[in-house]
């Protein structure tokens, strides 16, 4: 199958989704954003605590709101601004309204306050969701796909089982046109060796090495010669001894196709492939990004256990061990288990890419039925990663 049903937008984009999104500019602005949403059925708030903080942030934060509100994924955006604060707006407005899609902004020091604010933006969402309950879902091809890769709670089955069966899907997605987002770089220490033989030239390579000493860089500035041991603990009750084991896990979720770019947090690739975007490890902070590069769906690998999702993505999680597909099956929707019990590897792929294929044309994800909506985590810290 070369194609899924999806809702087209004006800028060529495809929607596996078709959220009338609620975005605030800044914390001050949450209550205001999430009065709006609340009041308008399907409507979703996408809160987060930033907005105006260090200068330095600003730029990164500005870019990853308007990323959010460009997701194919959204059918229109409102945002929500205080008014004083250093991520404007109207700014983030103008960003989303280049895809096409219906975009209004609204300050509440210059409406009135919290409550006209919030009356007028009601009706601004009720007519956004009456445009958008009216959009039908289409044929769209699988070119036009971008999946963004997570692992969290890894354990030392996740690189045997759960990060190498996902591979296979990414590769099939690239074979297909499309695009998958590798990130995560504290979880690729180890392995710059590994990925800049992949890239598709010397350039590439440079940018995959660079990404990866610089979060060895950064880890080692913090804890010093305990660099090498950067992972949680629950990544060690999981039979994981370092950052470098559990990276040569991690980077399986990428295949074996070539690297064709690296991009920053929240950048959206200008080519389609494989491509290494350089964010924090942080499952939320992770997301964000990869939501705001652009991404329909994530697929996301586990062998402790996480339910987290995510605001206006569906997260297929794969579990590493059939213990924990049991133990969690309300959260869990794909079991790599098996593949310790004598099932191969491409036929978790297979699992994997059919359910893949349903979400995009509309079936939910465990964390959808849950309401494990997550939160909006912005990075904290200057775009160069």
Known sequence: MDTFEGFMRPDGSAGIRNHVAVIPTVSCANGVAANIARAVPGAVPLLHAHGCGRAIEVGLHARTLAGLGANPNVAAALVVGLGCETVQAAAVAAEIAKTGKPCAHLVIQE???SRRTTEEGIGIVRGFMDEASAMKRRPCPLSLVSIGLECGGSDAFSGVTANPAVGLVSDWLVSKGGTVILTESTEMIGTAHILSRRARNADVAAQVEGVVSRAYGRTKDILGELATYV????NMDGGLSSIREKSLGCIEKGGR???VEVVDYGQAPKEKGLVIMDAPGYD??????LA????QLIIFTTGRGTPVGFPILPVIKVASTSRLYSLMKDDM??????????SSLEEVAGNIRALAVEVMSGARTKAEENGQDGIVCLAAMTPAF
Request: overall charge negative; proline content about 3%.
């Open 333 to 342: 929707d794909i079991n790599a288990g098996i593949v310790l019990d004598g």
């Open 284 to 289: 939320t902070e992770s997301m964000a990004s």
């Open 257 to 259: 196709s070539s690297v």
């Open 292 to 295: 705001a590069a652009g991404c």
């Open 111 to 113: 409406q009135g306050g």
């Open 231 to 234: 992972i949680a603990p629950g």
